[in-house]
T-cell receptor, first 116, second 111 residues
Framework: DTEVTQTPKHLVMGMTNKKSLKCEQHMGHRAMYWYKQKAKKPPELMFVYSYEKLSINESVPSRFSPECPNSSLLNLHLHALQPEDSALYLC???????????????FGPGTRLTVT | GQQLNQSPQSMFIQEGEDVSMNCTSSSIFNTWLWYKQDPGEGPVLLIALYKAGELTSNGRLTAQFGITRKDSFLNISASIPSDVGIYFCAGPHNAGNMLTFGGGTRLMVKP
């Protein structure tokens, strides 16, 4: 099973709203990732969690707040977003986040976020 | 930083034709990954390559790890309409499992 699930599939929110995106995997992977993807562009890395600890933050604005409650779950809390934050948000997981491990990342179906 | 250049950027082909796309870098990569992304969905891993010269197949898809370690190729034989999508190559940065992605090849298939 190489499934990563994400909810919700679609989300429309105003600039003053607070919402959360959720991601789950049951492959025993110890690294989880958040990506942002704009139309016709490759995914852009936002955050990396390794063994439930934040290991990389790619200079993401504080209006995006990640959380890893346990090894299977990853959340992305959203607050005071801007219209330019509208995008497809992808979650991914891999066995490890350190060099020398298997590099394959498995992606979820994504959440299509629209900020109005 | 490391960059991956994919070509062509887009292809429009007739159903049944074979397809070839490639990914090149100015830096050496030790792993090449090929993903396919359907509209509105997440990328799906097609093939992973770990050794220079390696040739790996997945159904009608065949990918090769270039001998120089600076390129990789993906071929699709006898294309069908469901092959439509964006194909991304990816490889890990020098440190850790963070992936660099190519710009993607958009494939369109005419029935």
């Amino acid at each position: 099973d190489t499934e990563v699930t994400q909810t919700p599939k679609h989300l429309v929110m105003g600039m003053t709203n607070k919402k959360s995106l959720k991601c789950e995997q049951h492959m025993g992977h110890r690294a989880m990732y958040w990506y942002k993807q704009k139309a016709k562009k490759p995914p852009e890395l936002m955050f990396v969690y390794s063994y439930e600890k934040l290991s990389i933050n790619e200079s993401v604005p504080s209006r995006f707040s990640p959380e890893c409650p346990n090894s299977s779950l990853l959340n992305l809390h959203l607050h005071a977003l801007q219209p330019e934050d509208s995008a497809l948000y992808l979650c991914a997981s891999s066995q490890r986040a350190l060099a020398g491990g298997r590099y394959e990342q498995y992606f979820g179906p994504g959440t299509r976020l629209t900020v109005t | 930083g490391q960059q991956l250049n994919q070509s062509p950027q887009s292809m429009f082909i007739q159903e049944g034709e074979d397809v070839s796309m490639n990914c090149t870098s100015s830096s050496i990569f030790n792993t090449w990954l090929w993903y396919k992304q359907d509209p509105g969905e997440g990328p799906v891993l097609l093939i992973a390559l770990y050794k220079a010269g390696e040739l790996t197949s997945n159904g009608r898809l065949t990918a090769q790890f270039g001998i120089t370690r600076k390129d990789s190729f993906l071929n699709i034989s006898a294309s069908i309409p469901s092959d439509v999508g964006i194909y991304f190559c990816a490889g890990p940065h020098n440190a850790g499992n963070m992936l660099t992605f190519g710009g993607g090849t958009r494939l369109m298939v005419k029935p």
